[in-house]
C-alpha cells in the first residue's frame, strides 16, 4: 500500500468511471447521483447549468467527481493527502448535467 492514501482512492474512482467510458456502457446518472451525499451545481449565463460537483464520500476520505465540460475530475482529501485525476467522460458528463437539469 502507497503512502498516498488519497492518491489510491482518487484512482479506484476514476477507475470505475474509465471502466464504463472503455466499455461503452450507458453511463446511468439516476444510479450515480442516488449514492451520492450531497450536490453543489454551478449555473452559468442564462442560467444554464455548467458542472456538478457529487460528494462520494465524507468526512475521512472526502471526495468529490465534477462533471464538466468533457470530462470528470476526482478529488479526494485524506488526512493531509491530496489527490486529483480527471477522467475523459463526454457522454458522462452529459448525463449527469442533463439528468439533474431535468430535476431541477
Known sequence: MSD?????YADSIADDL???VANGKVFD???YLDDCLDTRCTYGYG???VSVEVAVTLGGPNCWVT???SGA???VNWGGDKAEVYV????AVESVLEFVGECM
Open 4 to 8: 498516498n492514501l488519497s492518491q489510491e
Open 18 to 20: 474509465r471502466e464504463i
Open 29 to 31: 446518472a439516476m444510479a
Open 47 to 49: 442560467n444554464t447549468l
Open 67 to 69: 462533471f464538466q465540460d
Open 73 to 75: 475530475s476526482v478529488e
Open 88 to 91: 475523459y467522460a463526454p457522454f
